[in-house]
Each structure stands twice: as C-alpha cells, then as structure tokens.
C-alpha cells in the first residue's frame, strides 16, 4: 500500500500574508490580535472548484475513500501501488540504496491531467528520495585550556582552534551556590562550557521570577526518531537547574507522538541525544513555562546533492499537518534542525514554508536552527542542477520567511561567530535561493550586500531571503545521553535557549495583559534588533572561503546578534 499525500492550491494566501504581517507589525492597529485556527483555515481553504475537480478525478479512478485535512489543502489516500500507478500514469519501482540496502517504493516520472494542473500543488511520495540523517555537532568533554589572550581580550581564530582540539578531561562549571546573589557573566561562565546558568545571566534572564507559566507552553520538535530521555533530562536538571529537577519537571512535561513517532525511555546510543539536548535547554532556562515535545515518525521529500546523498530532510509537512489541526498549541516552538534548501523539493518547501505562516498568524513563534555548515561543506559546494556550478548552499527551513533563524555564537566578552575546529561545525548564515527576500528585511540586508560589494558574487542569491535573523551561544553545550555528560555543539542549541528566552518575555508580556509576541520578525526587524547586541566578530565560513562575515548592524553571519542581557 502506497499513501498518497495531494497538496491543493490554497484560494487567499496572499490575505493570510497580509493578516499576518499586520498581527506582527507593532505599528499596526491590528498588532496581537492574532486569528485562530478556523479563521485560517477559511483563508486558505482550496475553492470549491478546485475540491471538485479532485474529487472527481479520484472517484474517475475507482477511488471513493480519502481524507482531507482540516484546512482541506491536503487530500490523504491509501492506495495499491498498482492503483497510484493508473492515477498517476507512471510505474513505480522498488529502489534499494546500495550503502545499508533500504528500499524504497518512488516513481521516477508521473503525470496529472492537465486540467488538475492549476489545481494541484505537489503529490508525494513520487520521484524523491528521503533518508535520515542527524545534523547535530558532536564533542566529548575536556579539560579547559589557557587561552593566550590578546589585545581587547580577543583570542585569535588559530587560537581558539587549538583549544578546540585539545582533550584533557574534566572542565570545572560555575556552580549557583558559588556566585554572588547578583553574578556577572564573568562569574557565571566558562568561555570553553555553556551552561544554563551562564545563558541566564549572559542573556538577562537570571532572577526572573515566571509570574503565570500556566498560561503558556513551549513547544520542541523531535524529528528522525529521536526522543527526549526523562531520565537523562533529570541527571542534567540536578547539575544545573535544581529548582526545575525538585519540582520532578523532567516526568511531567508532555510528549505528543505525530505519525507513529518513538518515545523509547530505555538507554539507547542510536538516537536521543539531540532530543536531549533540546530538552534540557529549554528547561534550563525557561523553568518553570511547561514544555511539550512532538516525537514525529515519517521522512519527508529529498533531492540528492554532492554533499547530501543521503536524506537528512526531516517530516515538517507531518508535523505541520498535526499541529495545524489543533486549536491551541504553544506559543513559541523550536525546532534544531536544518536541510540544505537544494535537497528539498521547491512545491514541497514552499507548502512547508506556507504552513509557517499560519502557525504565526496564529501567534506563535516558530525558531529553527540557521544550519551548522557555515555557508557550505568546504570542497562539497555544487548545485544538484545539471550545471553543477560552485555555489554557497542556504539551510531550510531557516530560508523560509516566515520563521525566525537562529544562529550561533562562542566566548564571552565580546561574543563571536561560532565554530569548533574539532567537529568542522560552523553557524549557518546565506541567502535562499527559493524564497525573495520579505519586506521586513529590504532595507538592512540591501546594506549589508552593498558592504559586501563584489565579495563571492556570483555564489549566492542576491535577492533571496537572508538569515539567520538573531543568534545566541551555540558552542560546547553539556548534555546528559545515557547517563553520561558530553560537549555539543550547534544551532540546534542556540535555537532552543532563545525559544526559552522568548517564553520568558511572553511571561511577562501574558502577566500584564497583552498579547505574546507571534512571530517575531517583523518586529525584531523595525524596532526590537535594539533588544540584540551586535557581533561584528567572525564569520559564516565554507565552501572554501570566508563566507558571509559578521559586521556591525545586520548580517548573514549572526542576524542581529545576541539578546542584551
């Protein structure tokens, strides 16, 4: 059996955008006054036209049994290979990958009706192939070197490179108990380990006191089979957020499981620690909001490039169908992972990318991780086109507009782009190729590519959305896997700390009467870059050159920078 997922072309998007752009502008009349689920989907809900002609179609070919998802863009069918291959006209194989042998059912060409042209989106599965893969940074722990520091307190790359590499054992983290009521980031960090306590001081958070945490959630995404481990979660609770593991956090928050996800609690060194990490980020610092995790099954759409062969694509359209059907959700949701836009089919992405934008109408705050390959895998930057020209690689979602890209940071005072020598991990930053940059970001990222004058012209798209749009620190997070503490590196972290960040400042916002903030960038873009203090050190490296630097306002390295603490 084969199911048939059939995107249908949504009637008033562009009112949805607009809606959505006017609910996030704070200069707007209509700023907070966010739309529900129904009145989304009755924006975006296909014609009548469109659902009869599908509907049609379907019954055409002896098909009488589908369902339609909430918003009815999406028709699900369950059909014999045998019957997908007469409603498609096309033959489906069974391909088997050489390296492990798992096999696949996909059609390399099909077809619609040409009258079903302007009413059918994308179909899937059909010609792409997806495979799994993790993109998280990792490291194990070591002893903390002496850094040579230099003038302004500014180590230099080959530096801080060295230190990376060096493996000495055990690092020594600021304890709570040892501080001053009132620690400065000085106090409260080492440069070379991140904990929670020092992202609650560095980024202001540090003595916030949550005023109604029942009336918010944060939401964490666990795609490719991973899982967040209870038990693994209270072990790094009880290092470096008591409070939260006294109040046994680590067994209530919630697990939802989308399309036959895992919630596997026993030991397991396949999967979980990316899970874990998430998870004990956002309760670090954003203890006591309450979480929820989504554990997704499933593999999205996928196109091979030189540097991706294998699918490291993960189900958003899976995920986004779930969670578009619930009434109420949380209000900031993160999620650490990143593709290279290439390898995402552009009808699959744009739908996806789509779906974003209604969960912000809806007011909620979607992060993603800007990627942890800088501008591209150094020797692997070519196009999956027939050209196969050079070319710096964008990361989706974190292209998409309608999400807010985090990227990365490392060291203190001041903070800088962040890299580990050790695990070729770099902070994700370009421009999409798919996506025209949106209007919140016309002025500041024309600046900044007018800076840039003539530098890697030609290997990005000068008139795609940029990103990332903030960062916060990303490099040598502990993690507790198995019972065991590890160093990780990654987008993946930062994204998770700023949502918590975030859920802080709905807090307070949601405490004093007014609305949480939805989706941040139009907002971060006007007036709120002035809550992010700068990087200008450092640079989104790749595809064997320097790639985007950081530079003083905007830019394709760190957005704007880091929250003021």
Known sequence: MLHLQIGLRQSHFDELERQLYEVSDHSHPRYGQHLSAQEVNELIQPTKETTAAIEEWLSDHGVESYNYNSAKDWVSVLLPVSAACRLLDTEYHVFEHLDDKEVLIRAPEWSLPRHLHDHVVTIQPTNSFFRPRSEQSLTDPYELPQLAEKRDNIPTYDELAAADKV?????????????????????????????????????????????????????????????????????????YRPDAAKANVSYTFQTEIVAEGDDQQTPNTNKGREGNLDAEVVLGIGFPIPLVTYNVGGMPLFKNSKFTTKNTN?????????????????????????????????????????????????????????????????GLCTKNDRTGDTAFLPSFPASCPYVTAVGSTRYIDPELVAFDAR?????????????????????????????????????????????????????????????TAHLDDGTSASSPAVAAIISLVNDNLIANGRPPLGFLNPFIYSTGFEAFSDVTIGSASGCNTTGFPAMKGWDAATGFGTPVS
């Open 314 to 378: 993960e189900p958003y359209l899976t995920w986004l169908q779930y969670v578009l059907s619930k009434p109420s959700l949380p209000q900031v949701i993160t999620t650490s992972y990143a593709d290279e836009e290439q390898t995402v089919p552009y009808a699959y992405a744009k739908r996806v990318c789509e779906g974003f934008a209604q969960l912000g109408a809806r007011g909620i705050s979607v992060l993603f991780g800007s990627g942890d390959e800088g501008v591209g895998h150094d």
């Open 423 to 483: 695990t070729s991990f770099v902070s994700g930053g370009g421009f999409s190729n798919y996506f025209p940059r949106p209007r919140y970001q016309s002025q500041v990222v024309d600046n900044y590519i007018s800076n840039l004058g003539d530098q890697h012209r030609g290997l990005y798209n000068r008139h795609g959305r940029g990103f990332p749009d903030i960062s916060a620190q990303g490099y040598h997070y502990p993690v507790i896997w198995n019972g």
């Open 167 to 239: 493996s000495l054992g055990h690092i020594e983290i600021p304890d709570i108990k040892d501080l001053p009521s009132n620690p400065t980031p000085a106090q409260a960090c080492n440069k070379m380990v991140i904990s929670p306590l020092c992202l609650r001081v560095l980024y202001g958070t540090f003595g916030y006191v949550p005023q109604v945490p029942e009336k918010q959630q944060i939401g964490l995404v666990n795609y490719l089979g991973q899982v967040s481990n209870r038990s693994d979660i209270q072990i790094y609770l009880e290092r």
